[in-house]
Every structure is written in structure tokens, then in C-alpha cells.
């Protein structure tokens, strides 16, 4: 949700940018996106970790527990 980069997940990640695309390209791939933009509305729609557009738990839901425990990039 904080618009970082290929370059910037990998860092954040410690692994390889070529890796961050293929995970990116292979999300897109099964969510039927074209952009990042898009992926999230969808994975959102999906309700995938409840979140809403701010990162809080949209209508009032509890995330999963992979999605709450899981480390904020900065």
C-alpha cells in the first residue's frame, strides 16, 4: 500500500528484484490484473486479509493472522 518499488520490496525482502517481479507478475497472473492498482482492488474485493485502502481492517473485520503478523515494509 505504499507504493514501493521492485527495487525497494527486494531490499526491504533481502532478495533478488528479479524475484520481486516474478512474484508480482505471477499475482497478476492469477488475479487477472494488469497493474498493481488493479491487483489490490481485486485482492481487496476477494477479501484477502480484510484490509481496507488505509491497512486497517476494512468493515470492521479482523485480518487473518498471516496478515496481522505479518512484518510492515517501510
Known amino acids: 500500500a505504499d507504493g514501493l518499488t521492485n527495487k525497494q520490496?527486494?531490499?526491504a525482502l533481502s532478495i533478488a528484484e528479479g524475484t520481486v517481479k516474478t512474484h508480482v507478475k505471477?499475482?497478476?497472473?492469477?488475479?487477472g490484473a494488469s497493474s498493481r492498482t488493479e491487483?489490490?482492488?481485486m485482492a481487496?474485493?476477494?477479501g484477502f486479509c480484510g484490509l481496507?485502502?488505509?491497512g486497517q481492517p476494512a468493515l470492521g473485520k479482523v485480518p487473518p493472522r498471516h496478515c496481522r503478523d505479518a512484518p510492515t515494509v517501510k
Do not use: D, P
Open 9 to 11: 520490496i527486494a531490499r
Open 26 to 31: 505471477s499475482l497478476f497472473s492469477k488475479l
Open 39 to 41: 491487483a489490490v482492488k
Open 52 to 54: 481496507g485502502i488505509s
Open 44 to 46: 481487496n474485493a476477494r
